[in-house]
């Protein structure tokens, strides 16, 4: 079956980077894009880009472009999400999630990564 | 500020049909057939429901189901249950990027 499991919730310094991990099973990982989407507390979905993980290729929201960088390791079928300059409003749920084209919205998705950015 | 405007609550009783719009351009939901629906429950991972506006996945309940009618889409779930008590996001493709609504909390009185 398909699964997506993220690491472990993180707490971070203000200025800091976090890189939140997402390794994928049960599919064939380079056949299907994958997105990264955040929720803060109590608030809705916000997208913040995709990763082909075939080719590596990689469009940003543009609320975080400069900001974020989504790489790939296709050995392991894994997918990284890296948020630079943190601030606290970065604190979120960070959640990956595939779909077949990168047009489309998500099928299945990651269990979700806290991510707290706190002095 | 979501793309995409969604009602900020519905309710509804036990066995009643309810439904939810999604209001966004000709750029996004006018332009392309691929609204989906989540739901998500507290939590939880969103879950997805309808794809490509009115298609199910596999496994998901014929009491949802979706439509569109011009920039707006809608999610119409009839028979309402207990457990349908959740937040619902709507999500277009707006050419670049996908974009969500800012969600509906659907509560069953």
């Known amino acids: 079956q398909v699964q997506l499991v993220q690491s472990g919730a993180e707490v971070m310094k203000p200025g800091a980077s976090v890189k939140v991990s997402c390794k994928a099973s049960?599919?064939?990982?380079?056949?299907?894009?994958m997105h990264w989407v955040r929720q803060a507390p109590g608030q809705g979905l916000e997208w913040m880009g995709i990763i082909n993980p075939s080719g590596g290729s990689t469009t940003y929201a543009q609320n975080f472009q400069g900001r974020v960088t989504m790489t790939r390791d296709t050995s392991t079928s894994t997918v990284y999400m890296e948020l630079s300059s943190l601030r606290s409003e970065d604190t979120a749920v960070y959640y990956c999630a595939r779909s077949y084209f990168d047009s489309s919205g998500p099928d299945y998705w990651g269990q979700g990564t806290l991510v707290t950015v706190s002095s | 500020q979501s793309a995409l405007t969604q009602p900020a609550s519905v309710s509804g009783s036990p066995g009643q049909s309810i439904t939810i719009s999604c209001t966004g351009t000709s750029s996004d939901v006018g332009n392309y057939d691929l609204v989906s629906w989540y739901q998500q429950h507290p939590g939880r991972a969103p879950k997805l429901l309808i794809y490509?506006?009115?298609k199910r996945p596999s496994g998901v309940s014929n009491r949802f189901s979706g439509s569109k009618s011009g920039n707006t889409a809608s999610l119409t779930l009839s028979g309402l249950q207990a457990e349908d008590e959740a937040d619902y996001y709507c999500?277009?493709?707006?050419?670049?990027?996908?974009?969500f609504g800012g969600g509906t909390k659907l509560t069953v009185l």
């Open positions: 999500c277009s493709y707006t050419g670049s990027r996908i974009s």
């Open positions: 049960g599919y064939t990982f380079t056949s299907y894009y």
């Open positions: 490509e506006v009115n």
